[in-house]
């Protein structure tokens, strides 16, 4: 019996990944990051387009209340191509390349858990300036946090 080391696992996940994004027309990623290694890692070698913001795992499962799988699917109503910023970035989407083409793509070391938000959305949210875009979604993560940390207070203690 082979031992899976976790830099094997990290390698196959960044394959698939890959594999996937390619199957949809393009060499670059954006949107969730789903992958078998943990959070947190940044062990994912991937491409994204250049400008993208990467949210953190954490603050993804938080907004999904601890399921990542359904925080990701809020991120994705929200920056996916038929999200709220999504749909005004659409002629960018409607190309199939994960993003800008005149963006070029970036590595990138991700983990599982992740969420990759297309510059084209981040420029949007900024209201045509990019760097603006990333200050913004940097308070949003904090944000995040924040209501994370203070909902988790309010619970009960686990049973005995």
């Known amino acids: 019996m082979s031992e899976t080391h976790p830099r094997d696992q990290a390698i196959a996940a960044a394959l698939n990944t890959a594999r996937h994004s390619r199957a949809g027309g393009g060499a670059v990623h954006t949107g969730p990051i789903h992958a078998s290694v943990p959070g947190r890692t940044d062990r994912l070698p991937i491409h994204v387009p250049s400008g993208s913001y990467v949210i953190p795992a954490d603050v993804v499962s938080g907004i999904g209340e601890g399921n990542t799988s359904a925080g990701m699917r809020i991120l994705d ?18 190309l199939r ?8 793509p970036t590595p990138a070391m991700v983990a599982g858990g992740e969420y990759v ?3 084209d959305v981040v420029e949007m949210i900024g209201k045509g ?7 913004i979604l940097d308070l ?9 940390v203070k909902t ?3 619970l009960p203690e686990p049973a005995k």
Do not use: C, W
Not at 77 to 94: D, K, L, M
Not at 129 to 135: A, C, Q, R, S
């Open 152 to 154: 988790l207070k309010k």
């Open 97 to 104: 390349t994960g993003g800008s083409i005149m963006r070029k």
């Open 129 to 135: 300036n990019l760097e603006k875009g990333h200050d």
């Open 117 to 119: 938000v297309n510059p």
């Open 77 to 94: 109503q929200i920056f996916s191509p038929s999200g709220r910023y999504g749909e005004r970035t659409g002629s960018i989407y409607a």
């Open 140 to 148: 949003f993560v904090k944000a995040q946090r924040q209501k994370l």
